[in-house]
Structure formats: C-alpha cells, structure tokens
C-alpha cells in the first residue's frame, strides 16, 4: 500500500513526497548497518529538512514522527495530545505510537484515555519521570520500587504492544 501511495504522489504533482515514501520503504527492508542505508538516510534527511513541514499535519505543541512517508507516532504532553485527539485519530493512516512528555497531571491522562485515538495506538512511551512534578502525578498509575517502574494500572494499558519506560527517581 506504501509504494501504491508512492506512485499516486508520483503522478499527482508531489514526486518528493513519492520519493520519500520509496525510499524509507527501502530502508526498512536494509539491514542495518548495510552500507546502502547511508546514502538513503542522506536523502531521507534532506527531503524531511526541505518538505516535512507542508506534509505534516499541524498540531500545536505536538510533534509528529514520519515513517513511511506518513505520520506514525505523536509525541507531547498528555493534554495537548488529548485536546488534539479526535482530530490525531482521524489521521490516515492511523497513528501507531504516543510518547508522552512531562505529565503534568493525572487528570490529562484521564481525559486521553476516553479518546479514539487512545484506542488505535499501539505503543507508548513515558518520558521525563524523573522529573520530580512528573512522577508526583504519574503515582495513581505508575508505581516505582528501587528507582524503576515496577507496575502500570492495568485499566490505563490494556491494548498495548510496546510499553518502553525510562527508570525512575
């Protein structure tokens, strides 16, 4: 479906756009290491310097990750992503991933949890809870023993495939 959207780009005005999608294509099935993927992720990276902004939906203090040629994965803090969420959700194709930055407090978390979007996405990563404020609000549903995360809520996690955490203070 990726190289299909490709060539659509392709013969619809936006042959960057197709290239990008080709290309990181290519670069999933390197090895990595290869000495191939080097001059990929050269291109890669001029075509996201010089065009990922026209091509990225626009969320305000939220940062989309490209994969593919579309957005994959959204990173911020838990309310802006939540107050963002109906609009995240209706992406195509759906967003995969959600990092979440500096929680602020449980009540953001809270309000991310009834979304669309909380149910598509797949995998999670908790940032920044060392940050004393951050961990303080992050206890109702993450406990810590010996400076790691030792337990999540259930009810908070049930769809996840990949749940990356950084340790603890």
């Known amino acids: 479906p990726r190289l299909v959207a490709a060539d659509w780009f392709w013969e619809h005005g936006?042959?960057?756009?197709g290239e990008l999608i080709s290309l990181q294509c290519q670069l999933a099935r390197c090895e990595p290491g290869?000495?191939?993927?080097?001059?990929?992720?050269?291109?890669?990276?001029?075509l996201l310097q010089a065009h990922e902004e026209g091509w990225k939906p626009r969320f305000p203090n939220l940062r989309l990750v490209m994969e593919r040629g579309f957005p994959s994965a959204v990173a911020g803090e838990a309310g802006d992503i939540a107050r963002a969420a109906v609009d995240l959700s209706r992406?195509?194709?759906?967003?995969?991933?959600?990092?979440?930055?500096?929680?602020?407090?449980?009540?953001?978390?809270?309000?991310?949890?009834?979304?669309?979007?909380?149910?598509?996405?797949?995998?999670l990563r908790l940032e920044r809870l060392s940050e004393p404020a951050a961990l303080a609000c992050a206890r109702p549903w993450v406990t810590c023993a010996a400076g790691r995360v030792v337990s999540i809520c259930p009810r908070y996690w049930p769809f996840f495939t990949s749940l990356p955490i950084p340790t603890c203070r």
């Open 91 to 123: 992406l195509s194709p759906p967003l995969q991933g959600m990092t979440l930055l500096r929680v602020a407090n449980t009540g953001s978390v809270e309000a991310l949890l009834g979304t669309p979007l909380w149910a598509q996405v797949r995998g």
């Open 14 to 17: 936006q042959p960057e756009r």
């Open 34 to 46: 290869s000495p191939e993927r080097e001059p990929l992720d050269q291109r890669v990276r001029a």
